[in-house]
């Protein structure tokens, strides 16, 4: 079965900083795919990010890039200069191809401070 | 617009009362899914479907039933609800071999009484 763990419950961070959301994932998949969904308090989730597996080079959208350690089973995310719109909780997922289910963590709640 | 649709967004209900959440997508999805989001525990797979007719059990399907009737819509069943329901329902589709992911609809809030 595969497993993702978020190992920080909560996080905060000043305006402008960057800070980095750590994520690691168990499987035996060689082919899937690896993304981040932030969840605003508006509660709706959205997609942030997506990784390739078999791609080595790191996603980047913008000010949200992501360190993919595929040896390591590492995905953590990175905010630069973090606004308070970022504000939310972010959850790390794993989908394992071919098929359908996703697995998700249980969530990083990070605090961007004014 | 490109979009899921859940209702209701607010629902109290009291034990043992059945009740349905809609989900409704117009991407012509093939995959659709629901989770429930716990605190502590994130989102964890309730029943998933594959295309019409075609449904199967996520994590945590104990206490819900599904169907898929038609391609648009994923309705979502607790014949008879307890207090161990409560939680927030999302719905969420996605295209077959799509890697983008789920597209997610804007969550259902349901407590038990």
């Known amino acids: 079965a595969q497993t993702v763990t978020q190992s920080q419950p909560e996080m905060s961070v000043q305006e402008a900083e960057t800070v980095t959301l750590s994520c690691t994932y168990d499987t035996s998949e060689s082919n899937y795919y690896l993304f981040w969904y932030k969840q605003p308090p508006s509660r709706q989730m959205i997609l942030v990010i997506r990784q390739e597996a078999y791609k080595q080079q790191n996603a980047t959208e913008n000010r949200f890039s992501v360190n993919f350690q595929k040896a390591a089973k590492s995905f953590s995310l990175k905010i630069s200069d973090s606004q308070l719109g970022d504000t939310a909780m972010y959850f790390c997922a794993f989908m394992k191809l071919p098929g359908n289910q996703f697995y998700f963590g249980t969530g990083t709640s990070l605090t961007v401070i004014p | 617009e490109a979009q899921v649709t859940q209702n209701p967004r607010y629902l109290i209900t009291v034990t043992g009362k059945k009740l349905t959440v809609t989900c409704s997508q117009n991407?012509?999805?093939?995959?659709m899914s629901w989770y429930r989001q716990d605190p502590g525990l994130g989102l964890r797979q309730i029943y998933y479907?594959?295309?019409?007719?075609?449904?199967d059990k996520g994590d945590v399907p104990e206490g819900y039933k599904v169907s898929r009737k038609e391609k648009r819509n994923f309705p979502l069943i607790l014949e008879s609800p307890s207090p161990n329901q409560t939680s927030l329902y999302f719905c969420?589709?996605?295209?077959?071999?799509?890697?983008?992911?789920?597209?997610f609809g804007s969550g259902t809030r349901l407590t038990v009484v």
């Open positions: 991407m012509n999805h093939e995959y």
């Open positions: 969420a589709s996605r295209r077959t071999g799509q890697s983008y992911g789920y597209t």
């Open positions: 479907s594959m295309n019409v007719e075609v449904t």
